[in-house]
């Protein structure tokens, strides 16, 4: 079994019994909105997920993330959710500051 949780949207847990599926995927699949602004191929960071607790559950960095990285673009604890992917456990998350939508309500 997998879980995220979405710390800053009230805790949102979302659980799947499938492994190895991309991050964007399963928060997309429970109904929850999430930035995309290249269409989940990896051409910016507007996914970027904030990394609390599970860095080790997930695939290792792309190509594009590896990119993004050397550019200062992404942090160490932070990873695009439309090229990471969920291999086991638990992922703790959070959105990114500058990429939360104003139509929803965010937690502290």
């Known amino acids: 079994m997998l879980k995220i949780i979405i710390e800053n949207l009230n805790h949102k847990e979302i659980i799947s019994s499938e492994s190895n599926r991309k991050v964007i995927e399963l928060i997309h699949e429970n109904y929850i909105d999430w930035m995309h602004a290249c269409g989940k191929k990896g051409r910016c960071t507007t996914c970027k997920m904030i990394i609390e607790e599970g860095m080790e559950n997930l695939s290792p960095l792309t190509d ?5 990285r050397e550019n ?5 604890n932070e990873r695009l959710t439309c090229q990471a992917e969920l291999k086991s456990g638990t992922l703790r998350i959070r959105v990114a500051e500058q990429n939360k939508f104003p139509h929803m309500e965010y937690s502290g």
């Not at 200062?72 to 160490?76: A, D, F, G, I």
């Open 64 to 68: 594009r993330e590896e990119i993004f």
């Open 72 to 76: 200062e673009r992404l942090k160490l």
